[in-house]
């Protein structure tokens, strides 16, 4: 069983930047592919980045590629988004999301674990 708590959103200007960060429980934190999705109102919930266990590299929804930023510290059991040069189009609910996947998942319906998600709101 793992338990995931998103903390890092907030309201940001269009330009600026945020780090959202989903601490983990569980000791087997370092086997769990990583993700990262987000819901807007009336919206279904999408992918934006992910990363497998070793964490060497991070994959990322093209919205987001080179804006956004997904790694791990699997000695903190914590994962982080790094997201810079928002845009009103960023703002929503970001929920970070975990699974014994054996490769990048892109869907939600591949995750077991979720968090109750933070809320990003980006203005003009």
């Known amino acids: 069983q793992v338990q995931l708590v998103e903390s890092g959103g907030g309201l940001v200007q269009a330009g600026g930047s945020l780090r959202l960060s989903c601490a983990a429980s569980g000791r087997t934190f370092s086997s769990y592919v990583m993700g990262w999705f987000r819901q807007a109102p009336g919206k279904e919930r999408e992918f934006v980045a992910a990363i497998i266990w070793s964490g060497s590299s991070g994959y990322y929804a093209d919205s987001v590629k080179g804006r956004f930023t997904i790694s791990r510290d699997d000695a903190k059991n914590t994962v982080y988004l790094q997201m810079n040069s928002l845009q009103p189009e960023d703002t929503a609910v970001y929920f970070c999301?975990?699974?014994?996947?054996?490769?990048?998942?892109?869907?939600?319906?591949?995750?077991?674990?979720w968090g109750q998600g933070t809320q990003v709101t980006v203005s003009s």
């Open positions: 999301a975990a699974d014994t996947l054996r490769r990048i998942g892109v869907h939600a319906y591949e995750y077991k674990y």
